[in-house]
């Protein structure tokens, strides 16, 4: 019986969710010189204020779908508010020509367009990421319960 | 005439680059309301914003207005030059207690029409017609952009609203913040043909903002300036503002004061305090006191309450009342509703 229970607490124990990090990557093409990236720099260009790497070429920054959890994540690390609690901030910069980050459809997307476009830059979950692309700053986003 | 005709010269050769190919098939173009339209890969995009309204002052008849509906034409194609145009056609409708709808008011109009370069990612060079950087409610006034249909005097009463001519502007980091500022000369009696209310003769200006952190900013704005006026006269205009929000609450103010050497009264204080309460995620009440000297009249002094509906972040339904005391010139008493949208 005493077996019997240490297995049962062990089991239950198993399948409670893991308090670990998820860890992302902030990528860019992998000719790009760029070899790292500051967190407020990257925060900087998410929010479209700072068009040029420093060569003078002009960022892309990529986003997921709002929906999809790792634009979530993304957003709530970076900017500690959900996407859709910018609206205000793109509404306003909507009023004076600046459009928001380019959505993909999904990392795939992000890999392929990030690979074939100077100035791309975009997030994947690190395990996605392959020659096509180069890291410049990892973060671990906190998993939600 | 000259500026229009340089930059419709300078549009003709960006319709003839089209974007470089790019993997863009996987992108997410489809429409949304409040971020305009793509035009494919060529840069360009169309949007804009239309807002209607009724207003009913308490000594005067009933007005209904399709007040604005205003395009933007954005072209960026990952170059160091962006455009940027808004076309607006004000009055487009309007009816009152004794007139049937018609059109006889509608008047179209560039509120802008520039083109920025970029030189680095702390300066770039505007040419053309933009909004005056005095404060920061000119800046965002657009109707879905602000909380109430009645525009607060001292943003719109002591100088022109837009201006022509070139302006240096960017950021700058100071600290572990952006400092945003814009330098600008105005000569619109030469550069603007179609000059909009109450315009600039020239103007220099300048304004700073800085975001203390997330929730408070703080700006300042100078001009000196001539408007297109008789008599003709210097003015000096110094303005401050402030926005603060914390957690569902938001309060700005905006605070101008202009001196000038042949206009009466020579010295002129105008200003306003909002504060935005956030009742659920998609309704706010709104309270507002406005202060405003004028010419021959004490000063005048209003206050308004309102309410506003979300149920889209670009779309807003309004209702307000104002009330006042020697205002009856620059903000008279009355009901006003109002719905608008981004699009």
């Given at each position: 019986?005493?077996?019997?229970?240490?297995?049962?607490?062990?089991?239950?124990?198993?399948?409670?969710?893991?308090?670990?990090?998820?860890?992302?990557?902030?990528?860019?093409?992998?000719?790009?010189?760029?070899?790292?990236?500051?967190?407020?720099?990257?925060?900087?260009?998410?929010?479209?204020?700072?068009?040029?790497?420093?060569?003078?070429?002009?960022?892309?920054?990529?986003?997921?779908?709002?929906?999809?959890?790792?634009?979530?994540?993304?957003?709530?690390?970076?900017?500690?508010?959900?996407?859709?609690?910018?609206?205000?901030?793109?509404?306003?910069?909507?009023?004076?020509?600046?459009?928001?980050?380019k959505v993909m459809a999904s990392e795939e997307a992000v890999l392929r367009f990030v690979a074939m476009t100077h100035g791309a830059i975009g997030y994947v979950h690190k395990q996605k990421v392959d020659s096509r692309v180069k890291v410049l700053l990892t973060i671990t986003l906190p998993t939600t319960k | 005439m000259r500026l229009i005709n340089t930059v419709i010269f300078l549009l003709a050769g960006l319709f003839l680059n089209p974007l470089p190919a790019k993997a863009s098939n996987d992108a997410d173009n489809d429409y949304q309301l409040g971020s305009g339209y793509s035009l494919g890969e060529t840069g360009w995009r169309i949007g804009g914003y239309a807002s209607t309204k009724v207003e009913l002052p308490r000594q005067s008849p009933w007005q209904f207005e399709v007040s604005d509906l205003s395009l933007f034409l954005t072209w960026d194609n990952g170059s160091r030059l962006r455009?940027?145009?808004?076309?607006?056609?004000?009055?487009?409708?309007?009816?009152?207690?004794?007139?049937?709808?018609?059109?006889?008011?509608?008047?179209?109009?560039?509120?802008?029409?520039?083109?920025?370069?970029?030189?680095?990612?702390?300066?770039?060079?505007?040419?053309?017609?933009?909004?005056?950087?005095?404060?920061?409610?000119?800046?965002?006034?657009?109707?879905?952009?602000?909380?109430?249909?009645?525009?607060?005097?001292?943003?719109?009463?002591?100088?022109?609203?837009?201006?022509?001519?070139?302006?240096?502007?960017?950021?700058?980091?100071?600290?572990?913040?952006?400092?945003?500022?814009?330098?600008?000369?105005?000569?619109?009696?030469?550069?603007?043909?179609?000059?909009?209310?109450?315009?600039?003769?020239?103007?220099?200006?300048?304004?700073?903002?800085?975001?203390?952190?997330?929730?408070?900013?703080?700006?300042?704005?100078?001009?000196?300036?001539?408007?297109?006026?008789?008599?003709?006269?210097?003015?000096?205009?110094?303005?401050?503002?402030?926005?603060?929000?914390?957690?569902?609450?938001?309060?700005?103010?905006?605070?101008?004061?202009?001196?000038?050497?042949?206009?009466?009264?020579?010295?002129?204080?105008?200003?306003?305090?909002?504060?935005?309460?956030?009742?659920?995620?998609?309704?706010?009440?709104?309270?507002?006191?406005?202060?405003?000297?004028?010419?021959?009249?004490?000063?005048?002094?209003?206050?308004?309450?309102?309410?506003?509906?979300?149920?889209?972040?670009?779309?807003?339904?309004?209702?307000?009342?104002?009330?006042?005391?020697?205002?009856?010139?620059?903000?008279?008493?009355?009901?006003?509703?109002?719905?608008?949208?981004?699009?």
């Open positions: 019986m005493r077996i019997a229970y240490l297995l049962l607490i062990t089991a239950l124990t198993a399948w409670q969710p893991v308090d670990a990090g998820e860890p992302l990557a902030v990528i860019t093409s992998a000719n790009n010189p760029l070899s790292n990236l500051s967190l407020d720099a990257l925060k900087l260009i998410y929010l479209r204020k700072k068009p040029m790497d420093d060569e003078g070429n002009r960022w892309i920054p990529l986003n997921l779908p709002l929906d999809n959890p790792l634009r979530r994540g993304f957003s709530l690390f970076l900017f500690a508010v959900l996407p859709e609690e910018q609206d205000d901030y793109w509404n306003i910069q909507y009023f004076n020509g600046i459009t928001p980050p | 455009f940027f145009s808004e076309l607006e056609a004000g009055d487009l409708l309007s009816a009152g207690e004794h007139q049937w709808p018609s059109t006889k008011n509608t008047h179209f109009e560039f509120e802008r029409f520039y083109i920025d370069t970029l030189v680095n990612n702390q300066l770039s060079v505007r040419l053309g017609k933009f909004l005056t950087p005095v404060g920061q409610w000119n800046l965002i006034h657009a109707a879905p952009l602000v909380w109430t249909t009645f525009r607060p005097v001292a943003t719109t009463n002591l100088f022109s609203t837009h201006a022509s001519g070139m302006m240096l502007h960017g950021s700058v980091p100071i600290g572990e913040r952006q400092l945003e500022y814009a330098f600008y000369g105005d000569d619109s009696s030469d550069l603007d043909p179609h000059l909009s209310k109450n315009p600039f003769e020239n103007a220099a200006g300048a304004r700073l903002r800085y975001s203390f952190d997330d929730t408070l900013q703080i700006g300042i704005s100078f001009a000196n300036f001539a408007l297109k006026e008789l008599p003709t006269s210097r003015h000096l205009l110094t303005g401050l503002d402030i926005a603060w929000t914390y957690k569902k609450l938001e309060l700005s103010s905006e605070v101008v004061y202009r001196t000038s050497d042949n206009t009466q009264p020579a010295n002129n204080w105008q200003g306003f305090i909002q504060g935005v309460g956030h009742i659920s995620q998609r309704w706010a009440l709104i309270g507002r006191y406005e202060f405003f000297e004028q010419p021959n009249e004490l000063m005048g002094q209003v206050g308004l309450f309102g309410i506003a509906y979300r149920p889209l972040s670009p779309v807003i339904w309004k209702l307000e009342y104002r009330l006042g005391t020697h205002n009856e010139n620059l903000a008279p008493d009355g009901l006003a509703a109002s719905f608008s949208i981004l699009f």
